[in-house]
């Protein structure tokens, strides 16, 4: 309007003047900020210490081995304790130390008194390399290492032949040996004349070892025998054995004129039965010597290859643990020498002997002088 003055508004200003912040108070901030990351870094840190105790927990354990000094690529084999007619009662054991004599790996049989077993608890089982391995995967272990395979010059065909045959005497003919040596004490103790203190590692008295292997072994084998549900078991043995000879034939080994695995398996089976002590009745035994006389010399042929003139060093009175390794001689010179050694000692103390004597005598002689002496002395006077 015409008359009025002009009012300017004023001009507020909105901005508000920020505190001014000390130097602590800056520094304050900056580790607050700083703050959080360290908390992400060290969260971060124990996530991957606790993947890594997880991961340690989870990770198998090696089993720790027997034998702490071992020489590389050398076998250790622990197994079961010899008997006088044959180096172990086990088809599984004489499988795998006939292996390694076959092909000349070097071993040592361990001797623990029947102390060990595998961490499975099971028997056989090698130590190699510092290593243990047990179970089906020894063979295949050491037929891998060494380079060693007794089926390699097999057709495929042939392989599958052998594959059903061999499980074929591990199931019906393995068990049916079981059978027999459990149905009574005797058929195992007596048909391979086994001393039980000694088989067992034990110096417990007679009568309680003979409960121990009677109630405990002998029954943990026919609850195993039961579980496998096999009817007429002795027959089925008898029809595989028949089944074998007539494959065998006349040929010299299952396959041709070269051993193969299944001639390994079918002698460390069969010679669980050959090798009884003659006058105990075994049914299967007089079966396959009288049926399948094919079968017995295959036994014997794989015998003789794989163990020769060791068999009887491990079996009969000696028992052998390691007739492969041999002994060292017994220094004959060391003897002699200690024998002359005391010859001499002997000589130096009898003169020792006969000095004093004489010295006593010398001393006698004195005084006897010097009484003269006095005497003669006591007439001058």
């Given at each position: 309007?015409?008359?009025?003055?002009a009012?300017e508004?004023?001009?507020?200003?909105?901005?508000?003047?920020?505190?001014?912040?000390?130097?602590?108070?800056?520094?304050?901030?900056?580790?607050?900020v700083?703050?959080p990351?360290?908390d992400?870094?060290?969260?971060?840190?124990?996530?991957?210490?606790?993947?890594?105790?997880?991961?340690k927990?989870l990770?198998?354990?090696?089993?720790?081995?027997?034998?702490?000094?071992?020489?590389?690529?050398?076998?250790?084999?622990?197994?079961?304790?010899?008997?006088?007619?044959?180096?172990?009662?086990?088809?599984?054991?004489?499988?795998?130390?006939?292996?390694?004599?076959?092909?000349?790996?070097?071993?040592?049989?361990?001797d623990h008194?029947?102390?060990?077993?595998s961490?499975?608890?099971?028997?056989?089982?090698i130590?190699?390399?510092?290593?243990?391995?047990?179970?089906?995967?020894?063979?295949?272990?050491l037929?891998?290492?060494?380079?060693k395979?007794?089926?390699?010059h097999?057709?495929?065909?042939?392989?599958?032949?052998?594959?059903?045959?061999?499980?074929?005497?591990?199931?019906?003919i393995?068990?049916?040996?079981?059978h027999?040596?459990?149905?009574?004490?005797?058929?195992?103790?007596?048909?391979?004349?086994?001393?039980?203190?000694?088989?067992?590692?034990?110096k417990?008295?007679m009568?309680?070892?003979?409960?121990?292997?009677?109630?405990?072994?002998?029954k943990?084998?026919?609850?195993?025998?039961?579980?496998?549900?096999?009817?007429?078991i002795?027959?089925?043995?008898?029809?595989?054995?028949?089944?074998?000879s007539?494959?065998?034939?006349?040929?010299?080994f299952?396959?041709?004129?070269?051993?193969?695995m299944?001639?390994?398996?079918?002698?460390?089976?069969?010679?669980?039965?050959?090798?009884?002590?003659?006058?105990h009745?075994?049914p299967?035994?007089?079966?396959l010597?009288?049926?399948?006389?094919?079968?017995?010399?295959?036994?014997?042929?794989?015998?003789?290859r794989?163990?020769a003139?060791?068999?009887?060093?491990?079996?009969?009175?000696k028992?052998?643990?390691?007739?492969?390794?041999?002994?060292?001689?017994?220094?004959?010179e060391?003897?002699?020498?200690?024998?002359?050694?005391?010859?001499?000692?002997?000589?130096?103390?009898?003169?020792?002997?006969?000095?004093?004597?004489?010295?006593?005598?010398?001393?006698?002689?004195?005084?006897?002088?010097?009484?003269?002496?006095?005497?003669?002395?006591e007439?001058?006077v």
């Amino acid at each position: 309007m015409v008359g009025e003055t002009a009012v300017e508004t004023p001009v507020v200003d909105t901005k508000i003047d920020e505190p001014v912040k000390t130097d602590k108070e800056i520094i304050a901030d900056e580790e607050n900020v700083v703050q959080p990351e360290n908390d992400e870094v060290e969260s971060e840190k124990k996530d991957e210490e606790k993947t890594e105790e997880t991961k340690k927990v989870l990770a198998p354990k090696k089993p720790t081995i027997h034998t702490k000094v071992w020489e590389e690529d050398k076998v250790y084999l622990y197994q079961s304790s010899r008997t006088p007619q044959i180096p172990s009662i086990s088809p599984q054991e004489l499988k795998l130390e006939s292996w390694l004599k076959l092909h000349g790996i070097p071993y040592e049989n361990v001797d623990h008194k029947a102390k060990l077993s595998s961490k499975k608890g099971s028997l056989p089982f090698i130590e190699l390399n510092g290593e243990e391995v047990t179970d089906t995967a020894t063979l295949h272990t050491l037929a891998d290492k060494f380079g060693k395979d007794m089926s390699a010059h097999l057709s495929q065909e042939q392989k599958n032949v052998e594959h059903a045959m061999m499980k074929m005497v591990e199931y019906h003919i393995y068990w049916a040996i079981m059978h027999w040596r459990t149905s009574h004490v005797d058929n195992t103790l007596k048909a391979y004349k086994i001393h039980l203190p000694t088989f067992l590692g034990s110096k417990a008295p007679m009568g309680l070892l003979n409960l121990h292997f009677k109630f405990n072994i002998c029954k943990k084998v026919k609850k195993q025998l039961k579980s496998q549900g096999l009817d007429n078991i002795e027959q089925l043995g008898k029809n595989d054995l028949e089944v074998l000879s007539a494959m065998l034939g006349e040929k010299e080994f299952m396959f041709g004129d070269q051993p193969a695995m299944l001639d390994l398996v079918v002698y460390s089976h069969l010679a669980q039965l050959i090798m009884v002590e003659a006058e105990h009745t075994c049914p299967l035994r007089d079966f396959l010597q009288e049926s399948c006389k094919n079968l017995v010399e295959l036994v014997n042929k794989m015998k003789d290859r794989c163990w020769a003139d060791h068999w009887e060093l491990a079996t009969g009175e000696k028992m052998e643990h390691n007739p492969h390794i041999p002994k060292p001689e017994p220094v004959v010179e060391d003897k002699e020498e200690n024998k002359e050694e005391v010859k001499e000692g002997e000589k130096d103390e009898k003169v020792e002997e006969k000095e004093p004597e004489s010295a006593k005598e010398e001393n006698v002689a004195e005084v006897k002088e010097e009484s003269s002496e006095k005497k003669d002395a006591e007439k001058g006077v």
